[in-house]
């Protein structure tokens, strides 16, 4: 079940993302879903399926993106095995925290993508992308995902791992 | 932290610093070999893609005819009437066009340009959103390669910049990491056109002295890139001359529509090599 359930999301994730979310965006701009993923991957089941699914579904979106084949790969990966850090020192994760998280992991993986992006044009215009793109996709990734995490059965897995009943009720 | 982590994690930790030291050591090597490797994964997620894509343009057409067929009386009317003043231009302009032909000839110039393109639909967006970038259901196997122009009957749109063996993407002009070298059509003046990071286009390095207008066609140059000389790219839409400055810039609107594209085409040959075989033959 599990494995299927990868299988559907590392092969309908990004094609969701590059067709579908078109019309979901506000001003341009999409949630990341892939970092989502990756993210709550992560924090649900551990750094290794956070890890290679971040870098598959980088891998992916670096195919389907005009930058660089590995700005995604590493970035989403990199995602995914922090969550998991994250989730293990973390007993009761509420979806506001959850949220909380997503939005700056996801400020901090755009910002240094930007920053990367702009080193040859001398930074040029680094501060109006980070406030124009990836704040606000920041805040619809931190969204998405606190909903997700809301929403998930696997919360409540986790819930019960860490043997505390008020997780379930989203303290 | 680390001590926490079993034996494969760390492994695969170490394994993914080595990539990213192996990356930023030999950037354009790892590019290559990430590109090489990728391919048949993009093959195998362009299904999905065209899936989503086939079954979006299907409520689209639906939705679209309904409210079309509201005012397609009064549409064929008009259509009808632009239609006979179009003929009549068309043929004024080939008698104009027969005329320049034959004085090229004449002259011996060579044709400039009868470029050969394949037709592309758009079948998605940049999946980030740091680009501004199109995705269309053309690859490698219909001859598409990077760096080819991507252009619409109104104008430019882009280039290529990344294949696959079914699909490419196609970075727009408007990308601030885009450029492509442009002319004013009525000046001649010559400059590069650049996106900008507020999704706009410029044309920069223009000359001092050039007499720019607001309104002024800029067509490619044909100098670089994969486009022929002449396709349009927009019209000027404001000047920007600042004093000291060793060059003045000005804001363009493009003239293709890039936010409602749905077909494109992509210049496989900028110049027609059979245009000059045959005026050679004349």
């Known amino acids: 079940m599990k494995q299927a359930l990868y299988i559907s999301v590392m092969l309908g994730l990004v094609p969701f993302q590059v067709t579908v979310l078109n019309y979901a965006g506000i001003a341009g701009i999409r949630p990341d879903l892939p970092l989502v993923a990756a993210f709550l991957i992560g924090f649900l089941s551990g750094e290794m399926e956070g890890l290679l699914m971040g870098v598959i579904l980088g891998c992916m979106q670096d195919l ?55 080193v040859e044009d001398g930074f040029a215009g680094v501060l109006d992308i980070i406030q124009a793109v990836v704040v606000p996709e920041a805040l619809f990734d931190a969204a998405l995902g606190a909903a997700i995490y809301w929403i998930l059965p696997g919360r409540r897995r986790r819930a019960a791992e860490f043997g505390d009943d008020m997780a379930l009720f989203g303290r | 932290m680390l001590r926490a982590l079993s034996g494969t994690t760390r492994l695969i930790l170490l394994l993914l610093a080595l990539l990213l030291s192996v990356i930023f050591l030999l950037p354009k090597q790892t590019r290559d070999v990430l590109q090489a490797m990728g391919k048949p994964v993009s093959a195998l997620v362009f299904f999905p893609v065209e899936a989503f894509t086939s079954v979006e343009q299907t409520i689209i057409g639906v939705w679209q005819e309904y409210v079309a067929l509201r005012h397609v009386r009064e549409e064929n009317r008009q259509l009808r009437r632009d239609l006979e003043l179009l003929q009549k231009q068309n043929s004024d302009l080939r008698e104009s066009a027969s005329g320049a032909h034959r004085m090229a000839a004449l002259l011996d110039f060579k044709e400039q340009f009868i470029p050969k393109t394949v037709a592309a639909q758009v079948i998605g967006r940049d999946s980030t959103n740091w680009y501004s970038s199109l995705i269309l259901n053309k690859g490698d196997r219909d001859g598409v390669r990077p760096e080819m122009g991507v252009m619409t009957s109104a104008g430019v749109v882009g280039r290529v910049v990344k294949t696959g063996p079914f699909s490419s993407v196609v970075l727009l002009l408007t990308d601030p990491h885009n450029a492509i070298t442009g002319i004013i059509q009525r000046s001649r003046d010559e400059g590069i056109v650049e996106g900008t990071t507020q999704g706009r286009a410029r044309i920069k390095y223009l000359p001092l002295l050039a007499n720019l ?57 900028p110049r027609s090599l059979d245009g000059q075989a045959n005026l050679k033959e004349k």
Not at chain 2, 215 to 225: A, E, F, H, P, R
Not at chain 2, 240 to 266: D, M, Y
């Open chain 1, 64 to 118: 389907f993106s005009a930058g660089s084949v590995w700005i995604n790969l590493i970035t989403k990966g990199a995602i995914g095995a922090l969550a998991a850090l994250l989730g293990r020192h973390l007993a009761s994760a509420t979806p506001v925290m959850v949220g909380a998280l997503l939005f700056v992991v996801s400020v901090l993986a755009g910002s240094t993508a930007v920053v990367w992006l702009r």
């Open chain 2, 213 to 269: 207008r607001i309104g002024d066609t800029v067509v490619t140059s044909g100098l670089t890139g994969g486009f022929p000389r002449g396709v349009v790219i927009g019209s000027v839409l404001s000047l920007q001359k600042e004093e000291g400055e060793l060059f003045q810039s000005a804001e363009i609107t493009p003239e293709a529509n890039l936010s409602r594209l749905e077909e494109v085409l992509v210049i496989t040959v």
